[in-house]
């Protein structure tokens, strides 16, 4: 009988332990999921915004991509030996502007199965920080491409005096216009770019 | 029960296991913001002591390259001081990470800080390396002539103080790596 008695007691200590920490178990599952349910609510919106934002961003640097490769002029005089003609392949910095961009915008099409993924699960870590890390990589190429080419239209708006550069933007003022609005173009894919990366630091924040 | 203090043992050396490994993490980032202040700092420092005067002048003009003929290149030397700056000041905010441990809210804020300066960066050192490529091969087709080729040793400078900011380029870009895996930490 005591036997069985220290046995039960063992046995409800035993339990007593278990259940204790069943609960404690219990209750740290509960604050987790309720955390989880919590949490999952601002962060799918965040996703949503991201993937909203994504869009626009192809958008954008498909437009800027496009917009410096079709930029072109032809004047219309010529001599025999020479013909006045500009194209984005004349520069080499243009050159890379457009590869560049095209990558990027390649770039955040295979993106967007990630960016849904984040909305159907908005806890999971791994798809936020693969696109956390590789839009920093992006935002670095695309800055890169915007700032060369913008260096290389200000001279052409400006010209150097003290290295002889002349200011071509005078001689051709369409494809002036044409490569200036795509460098402002990835300047707000740029802009597009830092928003997303704050979106995915945001939204990998756990509570 | 054995199990269960078993279990409450390797979680709490879990949790002991993971401050240290945050801890490491913010220690390694603490080192990469000295190693990019230092080469931001050389870079816009060798840039902005570049000049060159060729030793032949007519009446008129002087043949004196410096880096502020070239508005490009005194941007650069502007963004890579700011960038040097903020890697000082976010210096002692990395070191309350060494310490503390509950750190999101920060580490948000600190990534915020190091895309826009990454974003500054970048710009500046790819402008600049425009502007040094033409320098170096000139443009045929625009008759911009590579000054290259008369100013040896200006060329040399410029080019060269390029690389440093590009070494800090990939070091934020880690940066903001490794801030981001430290905010995605369980701990």
Not at chain 1, 51 to 71: D, E, G, Q
Not at chain 1, 176 to 189: E, K
Not at chain 2, 160 to 186: K, N, Q
């Amino acid at each position: 009988m005591s036997k069985e008695s220290t046995t039960i007691d063992v046995g409800e200590s035993s339990n007593v332990t278990k259940s204790t920490s069943h609960v404690v178990v219990d209750e740290k599952k509960k604050k987790s999921f309720v955390a989880a349910a919590s949490g999952g609510g601002y962060k799918r919106g965040l996703a949503i915004f991201d993937f909203l934002l994504r869009l626009a961003a192809i958008v954008t640097t498909i437009t800027a991509s496009s917009l410096m490769y079709t930029a072109e002029e032809t004047l219309p005089f010529f001599t025999q030996f020479l013909q006045f003609q500009a194209g984005y392949d004349d520069f080499a910095t243009f050159q890379f502007f457009v590869i560049a961009v095209a990558i990027v915008a390649g770039y955040l099409v295979l993106s967007l199965p990630f960016s849904i993924v984040t909305i159907i699960r908005p806890l999971a870590v791994a798809p936020r920080l693969i696109l956390l890390i590789s839009d920093t990589v992006v935002v670095t190429l695309t800055t890169a491409a915007a700032a060369a080419a913008a260096a290389i239209v200000y001279l052409a708006h400006n010209g150097n005096a003290n290295t002889n550069w002349l200011p071509i933007c005078q001689q051709f003022g369409d494809f002036c216009q044409a490569v200036s609005s795509a460098v402002v173009t990835a300047s707000i894919a740029v802009v597009f770019f830092i928003l997303l990366i704050v979106i995915s630091a945001i939204a990998l924040k756990r509570q | 029960m054995k199990s269960g203090q078993a279990e409450i043992v390797e979680t709490s050396k879990g949790i002991q296991k993971s401050g240290l490994m945050s801890r490491r993490i913010a220690i390694l980032e603490f080192i990469l913001r000295i190693v990019a202040f230092f080469n931001t700092i050389s870079s816009a420092i060798l840039m902005a002591t570049t000049n060159e005067t060729l030793p032949f002048f007519t009446q008129f003009i002087r043949f004196r390259a410096e880096y502020n003929d070239l508005p490009a290149l005194s941007f650069f030397v502007v963004a890579n001081a700011v960038v040097s700056g903020y890697l000082i000041l976010s210096l002692a905010l990395a070191f309350v990470h060494i310490v503390t441990s509950k750190t999101q809210n920060s580490r948000i804020v600190l990534i915020v800080l190091d895309v826009a300066m990454l974003g500054l960066l970048t710009a500046g050192a790819s402008s600049a390396a425009a502007i040094v490529y033409l320098a170096h091969n000139g443009n045929n087709k625009t008759n911009w002539f590579a000054i290259c080729q008369q100013f040896n040793s200006f060329c040399e400078r410029i080019s060269g103080s390029l690389i440093g900011s590009f070494i800090a380029v990939v070091l934020l870009i880690l940066l903001i790596l490794l801030s981001a895996i430290a905010l995605s930490r369980r701990h």
